[in-house]
């Protein structure tokens, strides 16, 4: 069985590399962050190196920090996570069996499956897999706990705009998917319901209130005649009904 460093080529290598360095980033951001909330520098770092999964991590923070329900907090969490279900089933040959499994498992997150999804090689599938999820295990806890000790002597993360980091880099990978119309109105109707209850209701119910979104239906099919496309294709159609009858 070739190494790890055989199966993957350079390029592979040095894009896993990036996404782990910029994971590392953000996870100065949550460390320092934690601790401007009030929770210990310990706390951070073991949530990065057990549950490693920024999201979830952060929703803990963000609404058990100014006081929420932990209740709140755990469902929040879960229903996050819930999408490692489906990605389980994607990636359960890369995942490896016996012991293997629950590391496995557990270094399992969005970065990793992406990596694996991608390749196509069986081989090559599980070395990225592994390769990107064992990094992640290093980067994400590392900037959790550079970010930690920042955030215990600097005390005023805003200033630095480490509050704004995680948001800002959430907000530029979901842009690109809300060029399509179908994920664009569940989007804007979950941030209008998370904006306007959020005076009103208790830290981390407005979280969860935005995923009425998902109600939404999606827009049906444009019908022919309808817009300026539609107009063309009906002008067309009656131009060859024309020639038909001709």
């Known amino acids: 069985m070739r190494s790890t460093v ?19 980033v953000i996870g100065v951001s949550y460390g320092a962050i934690a601790v401007a909330g009030g929770f210990p520098v310990w706390l951070p770092v073991m949530m990065a190196t057990l549950v490693i999964a920024g999201a979830s991590e952060f929703l803990f923070i963000g609404i058990v920090g100014p006081g929420g329900s932990p209740i709140a907090a755990v469902l929040a969490g879960l229903l996050v996570n819930a999408r490692h279900l489906p990605f389980g089933l994607a990636v359960s040959e890369a995942v490896g069996r016996g012991w293997r499994r629950l590391i496995g498992s557990h270094v399992m997150n969005d970065e990793s499956v992406v990596f694996a999804l991608a390749q196509q090689d069986p081989e090559r599938r599980r070395a990225a897999y592994w ?6 295990l290093v980067a994400w806890p590392t900037g959790a706990l550079l970010g930690a000790l920042l955030g215990s002597a ?9 509050d704004a980091m995680f948001p800002a880099v959430l907000l530029a990978l979901i842009l690109p998917a809300l060029r399509d119309r179908a994920k664009r109105r569940p989007v804007l109707v979950g941030a209008a319901v998370a904006v306007a209850t959020t005076p009103f209701l208790p830290t981390g119910l407005p979280v969860l209130l935005a995923l009425v979104g998902l109600a939404i239906p999606a827009p049906s099919p444009a019908r022919a005649g309808d817009g300026p496309a539609g107009g063309e294709r009906a002008a067309a159609g009656q131009e060859t009904d024309g ?4």
């Open 6 to 24: 055989g199966v993957l080529d350079r390029a592979l290598l040095r894009d896993i590399a990036l996404v782990c360095l910029a994971v590392g």
């Open 131 to 136: 390769t990107c999820g064992l990094g992640m």
């Open 243 to 246: 020639r038909a009858d001709a």
């Open 154 to 162: 600097v005390h005023d993360t805003d200033a630095l705009g480490l």
